[in-house]
């Protein structure tokens, strides 16, 4: 494989080989040829009660820039020829609405809906009951993260290929503190703190082992899916991001995505450029 060539081969290849051939990026070209022999299952968490967010429509439906945040999310992993299959966990009580609003969409997309529970664990849990046989990892992504770039989906999908287990995470920045009582109790040493984001990967057997010792988890505690694998005392790599992965959990958090999402690049479209191109962004 690539990854196994010397440097001085693959610094050759990257010379000689048209960027038209390589889609501009010799680094995303190898990271998908790594793991072009993986196929990919996506649960995209959207059944949470998004107590938080208030409002009149949970935070999984709302648009941001004129449309709903999980069907960002999942357009992201929609176009990946590795993404062999796509489970979207609503609400059993939002079926309607989602068949009535997005059905022609998720259709397109090949989405399979399935019902998820109030905490999260339970949603992934049903979910994996549905993955298909030939499935090598397992990326759960929250719903509402649809910030995340293609680029960081290309190395957390990399990185659990090679070590098994992977999360984005970014740095800590902020001063943490332990709170009682709306009282401080102390000061968090932040060096080596990490907040972890989403898509989380794993190897299918993995995630799947992860989960049948579900029980012998305290519940309450379980936050995320790199928890339930760290109880099996198995190692978890991380990939660093930033903060632009934004979770939309409040309101305000909205305005914020938006921003995020206008100060990228748009993509340049392909073919004739018709007069009305920047309507369509």
Not at 34 to 62: D, H, L, W
Not at 67 to 88: T, Y
Not at 90 to 108: Q, T, Y
């Amino acid at each position: 494989m690539i990854r196994d060539w010397p440097p001085d081969a693959a610094l050759i290849f990257e010379m000689f080989s048209p960027p038209i051939l390589l889609g501009g990026s010799f680094p995303r070209f190898i990271a998908g040829f790594q793991t072009m022999s993986k196929n990919v299952a996506v649960i995209i968490c959207a059944a949470g009660p998004a107590s938080r967010f208030g409002g009149k429509r949970k935070k999984q439906f709302v648009d941001v820039n004129g449309r709903a945040v999980f069907l960002r999310s999942v357009e992201l992993f929609s176009s990946r020829d590795d993404v062999k299959q796509i489970l979207l966990a609503i609400p059993p009580e939002d079926e309607e609405l989602v068949n009535v609003k997005w059905g022609a969409n998720l259709k397109f997309f090949n989405v399979k809906i399935c019902f998820g529970g109030v905490e999260r664990f339970e949603t992934v849990s049903r979910a994996l009951e549905l993955v298909k046989d030939d499935i090598n990892l397992i990326a759960v992504h929250d719903a509402v993260r649809c910030c995340v770039t293609e680029k960081l989906i290309d190395e957390v999908i990399s990185a659990a290929a090679k070590t098994g287990a992977a999360i984005p995470a970014c740095p800590a920045s902020a001063t943490i503190k332990e709170v009682k009582d709306k009282t401080i109790i102390r000061t968090v040493e932040r060096t080596n703190l990490y907040e972890a984001q989403t898509p989380q990967v794993f190897e299918a057997s993995l995630l799947k082992r992860a989960y049948a010792n579900l029980k012998s988890v305290k519940e309450s505690k379980i936050s995320d899916d790199s928890q339930l694998v760290e109880a099996l005392g198995e190692k978890v790599t991380i990939v660093e991001a930033d903060s632009s992965n934004i979770k939309i959990t409040r309101q305000s958090d909205v305005a914020i995505a938006e921003a995020v999402l206008k100060s990228r690049p748009k993509p340049k479209p392909e073919g004739p450029i018709g007069p009305y191109v920047e309507a369509q962004w």
